[in-house]
């Protein structure tokens, strides 16, 4: 029986529909995933995406030619039957299904399976193979509990305040700012947004997003104009003459890699934070244990060690070579335009 997904130097392709899923080299019909950078690219002629997903693509890429589909929603392309799910990765982010001829074979695209009250939560769709992220696969990586996180940074945040400091927090645009913005006290002070932070604040504002309320940082907006404020700014500025502008300050970094000892120190950060929203070693065990899936392709991350620990529990276990990034700490930041 021939594979219903084929793996190609342009990216995931299904030659029943003749698509393919977050291709990285132009295509004419391209199935995304998700809106950050390393999934959804310029180039393509023709784009299918969820509805949440949309806004996103087109605030980065500009004029593109677009479809938007719901979640759940099923649609024959060629002789293949798609549908996009829940993947809880941030707002909109889904896992595309595709079936040809009774096979079923689910790419995940990035996941996390912890709801964040910010992206539809993850929902593990039924299937023969399944293509799974594995940008953080192995024990070391666990997540603090979202209670705990929101304490911590709370704590952290109050404590530079009323000793004089401004607190500079590094996130990503997309997905990550947002989740944090979820979690903090806006009591504390005031908060402080990079121009690509707000820029995306302000696409998924426009979807009806909820977040706190937010300043753009311009050049007039200093620490002694907004003292004891929080600043939300990209993986990128820290460190920067952008920085530099608040005076006395705290520096942290938000993301699974602060999981592992010496990263936070090449970061230069004050303070890590151990948060992802990708899916943590007991989340992609679990999510691939919910798909009843016997095949399994590890993609983007510790593909060597997560694939050899795959074929142990008895899985037809493999490894696909990507362009996808996952979420890196000395990378450029995904989603900032």
Known sequence: ???????TDRGIYCPAGDFYIDPWKPVDRALITHGHSDHARNGMGHYLATIGTAPVMRHRLGEITLETIAYGQE??????RVSFHPAGHVPGSAQIRVAVKGQVWVVSGDYKTVADGLSEPFEPVTCHAFITECTFGLPIFKWTPEDILTQQINDWWAANAAAGRTSILGAYALGKAQRLLTT?????GPILTHGAIENTNAVLRGQGVSLPDTTLVTREITHKTHPGAL?????????T???RRFG???TAFASGWMALRGVRRRRAADRGFIVSDHADWEGLNTAIKATGATKIFATHGYTSAFQKWLTSQGYDAHIVSTDYQGEG?????EAEA
Do not use: E, H, K
Not at 184 to 188: E, L, Q, S
């Open 75 to 80: 649609r024959q392309i060629g002789d293949a």
């Open 329 to 333: 700490f000395d990378q450029a930041d």
């Open 1 to 7: 029986m021939a594979d219903v997904l084929t793996f």
């Open 248 to 250: 006395p300050s705290s």
């Open 184 to 188: 903090v006290n806006p009591d504390i």
């Open 231 to 239: 600043v939300l700014a990209t993986p990128s500025a820290l460190g």
């Open 241 to 243: 003459t952008w920085a």
